[in-house]
């Protein structure tokens, strides 16, 4: 058992309650960006995929083209300059896993 996981999510449990909330309010305004950045078809560079995702840029490049982050498939797109520019696609996870069929 990776035990750094454990003690992050045991020193979560020990927020106080409006500092959890707080968080959710915070990943429900980022999981809604990204919906919308989804749904009208944007695209994005990788470091405002980082920042979306909260992660170091490098780190977006190194998972290769296609991936899963998650409710959306990334996918690069292309490269603009020295920009690789990315995609949202938004997976319906019941149907994607063969759930609902």
Known sequence: MDMTAYSN??????????????QLQNLMETLAIADEIASKGYLITSSELADLMDINASAVTSRGDNWVWRNWIVSRVRREGNQILWQLERVDLVNAEGVDE
């Open 9 to 22: 999510a045991d020193s979560l449990d020990n927020l106080p309650r409006e500092v959890r909330v707080t």
